[in-house]
């Protein structure tokens, strides 16, 4: 979305990517309120799946890590080989802008030249 760098697709994806932490933050108390709600329930009725719960959370239990990723088409890539090649082209893709990209900054760019910028006087160095 941000290869092309205009403003409207700048403006856009900073939209997206609040709607998203939002999104996030929301389920996230829920899900939490939740997990509330049942350790009370369980702590009145179920006392051994209380204390349970309660020495899983001090141990820090297992944690995993998702090891996969979707390809540009949309399969499920498992493989260590083809995880790290799916990330080798989105990264090269992402600093890499296709040519349509490029005209599309030439063309905002128009007629502008880079300049090199004069050297400051001696007085201000």
Known sequence: ML???????????????????????????????EFGEA?????RSAS???WQTVRRLRRGGKQYSANTVYSAGGE???ST???VGRWKK????????????LSVRKQRLG?????????KPKSLR
Do not use: H
């Not at 290869?3 to 939490?32: F, H, I, M, N, S």
């Open 3 to 33: 290869a092309c760098g205009t403003p409207d697709a700048v403006d856009r994806y900073r939209q997206a990517k609040q709607a998203a932490a939002r999104t996030v933050l929301e389920a996230k108390t829920r899900v939490w309120e």
């Open 39 to 43: 350790m009370e329930e369980d702590y």
């Open 48 to 50: 051994k799946r209380f």
């Open 76 to 78: 499920l890539l498992t």
């Open 81 to 83: 080989g083809d995880i």
């Open 90 to 101: 989105y990264f090269e893709d992402l600093l890499n802008p296709t040519d349509t990209c």
């Open 111 to 119: 007629t502008l030249r880079w300049t090199r910028p004069s050297p």
